[in-house]
């Protein structure tokens, strides 16, 4: 009997990043930083140089790094059963209304497809490995950061754990630095980034699911992974800002008009 009390209560405990979520979050972009600059700096002594596709100098050292963060995520939500709550509902579940939340998203994709002039690789492998990619990219930024990241904080509130994981999220984007990109375009991707955190966590807190966050992150990287632009065009991606500051205000509204499931869900530690 005492076993089985013994065993409750670990259960119960809660973990580091429940019990110190500044800290988990600080030390866990910290270490995402580092590991990204190494991979970046690594591939750039080494020779590696673009490809056909304009982003592939961007996204080589996150091939190397987010393998590992993904195996991560991966024991987190499942092997430890907390993929419930991050992600209470079902898409099973979903109605039209709130499939609709979805729209003004896939505006930013298509403003980001006209921006990056994106060609379809050459052969069906190329493509599949930018899918893939893509994919990887997008389970993984979800999953930490709305996923997480918004787990650990939601008990901090709503507002904190909203801009800590947004703030978060843009700060890793800085790193583009490193890749020789311009200190005007960076600033206006922090910028982007910040707005992109802060309408996916809305998203994730009224949807309260992180599936079509995943899915829209995925599809926003593909098309800049098959981008052959050289050069940024910031006039389109300050219309990408403007977009997404506007639906960050609309959704930050509704929300607080609205009960969301992911907040009405009960979170267990394990």
Request: no cysteine; net charge positive.
């Amino acid at each position: 009997m005492n076993s089985t009390n013994g065993q409750l209560s670990s259960l119960q405990t809660p973990g580091f990043g429940e019990r110190h979520p500044y800290w988990a979050i600080a030390l866990t972009t910290l270490v995402l930083a580092v590991l990204l600059g190494a991979a970046g700096t690594a591939l750039y002594l080494m020779g590696s140089q673009p490809g056909a596709a304009g982003a592939v100098q961007q996204v080589q050292p996150v091939t190397l790094v987010y393998p590992f963060f993904a195996l991560w995520l991966a024991v987190m939500f499942f092997a430890r059963r907390q993929w419930k709550a991050v992600s209470p509902q079902r898409l099973s579940g979903f109605k039209v209304d709130r499939w609709s939340l979805f729209l003004i998203p896939l505006l930013v994709v298509t403003i980001n497809l006209f921006s990056q002039h994106p060609a379809l690789p050459q052969t069906l492998t190329h493509f599949a490995s930018l899918i893939a990619l893509a994919g990887l990219v997008g389970f993984v930024e979800e999953g930490l950061y709305r996923g997480l990241f918004m787990k650990w904080l939601l008990p901090r509130g709503v507002v904190t754990a909203v801009l800590v994981s947004s703030v978060a999220f843009a700060l890793t984007h800085a790193l583009n630095l490193l890749g020789g990109q311009s200190m005007s375009a960076t600033a206006l991707q922090i910028v982007f980034s910040l707005l992109f955190g802060v309408v996916a966590a809305l998203l994730r807190l009224r949807a309260g699911s992180l599936l079509p966050l995943m899915l829209w992150h995925a599809a926003f990287d593909l098309v800049s992974f098959l981008g052959t632009a050289r050069h940024e065009n910031l006039g389109l991606l300050a219309l990408n800002i403007a977009v997404l500051a506007v639906y960050a205000g609309w959704l930050a509204v509704g929300n607080a008009r609205k009960a969301s499931p992911l907040i009405n869900t009960r979170i267990e530690f394990s």
